[in-house]
């Protein structure tokens, strides 16, 4: 099996180009043309973008088909639009444990990229205790049936999305939240399996209202 290329640090500007790319790539479907390149970063010349993008290629994040005009596809170790840099890990209690390495980053392409996936903007309070708030987005499995402690999203007679825990012994799901009502379910929407939260930096993080997250 033929090993990678090892990555070496990019530039401002060739990172600036990489995200480009990338994002082009993830989110349209298909790369950037020279002149699209060129266009986005005020480069003239279809040289000066030549440059570019064979650095990024000799470095190991993307592979050109000559002669096709947007053959560009991220290399297999390339860093997808799902991962981030990883810092360390916050301790409860202990000293902070950073990252082994400074190349190590946290991957979370598996919330978003397998196809059965889709989201529920949660307004109020109702999943509070469960570490679920308002403004969260849940991300749910809508293929997966579910496994002994997994929630399991449903609405119920009323239409009210409900959250419901599957038994350690695998029998009928149970309301997640002490005392909620247990009203029949009229659809299954899915399995939870994470939690987006976006914090607004324009105007501070919230306050903490004492609620576990």
């Known amino acids: 099996m033929k090993t990678p290329p090892k990555r070496r640090a990019l530039t401002k500007r060739q990172q600036e180009i990489f995200d480009f790319v990338r994002d082009k790539i993830v989110n349209r479907g298909y790369g950037p043309t020279v002149r699209e390149i060129g266009t986005e970063f005020g480069i003239r010349s279809p040289n000066g973008v ?15 088909e000559s002669n096709m005009s947007r053959a560009i596809t991220l290399a297999d170790n390339a860093p997808q639009q799902q991962s981030v840099a990883f810092l360390g890990t916050a301790v409860s209690g202990s000293p902070f444990r950073p990252a082994v390495s400074s190349e190590e980053r946290e991957d979370f392409a598996e919330l978003f990229q397998e196809r059965d996936r889709a989201t529920l903007h949660v307004e109020g309070s109702a999943f509070s205790s469960l570490g679920i708030v308002d403004g969260d987005c849940m991300v749910i499995s809508r293929d997966h049936h579910g496994l002994p402690g997994n929630l399991i999203v449903a609405l119920d007679d009323r239409h009210q999305v409900a959250l419901d825990r599957i038994p350690r012994d695998g029998g009928t799901p149970v309301p997640a939240i002490e005392g909620a009502f247990a009203a029949p379910r009229r659809q299954i929407l899915g399995v939870l399996v994470g939690i987006v939260r976006r914090f607004d930096l324009t105007q501070g993080v919230p306050e903490s209202n004492g609620t576990s997250h």
């Open 50 to 64: 030549m440059c570019h993008l064979k650095a990024l290629e000799k470095k190991g994040l993307i592979i050109r």
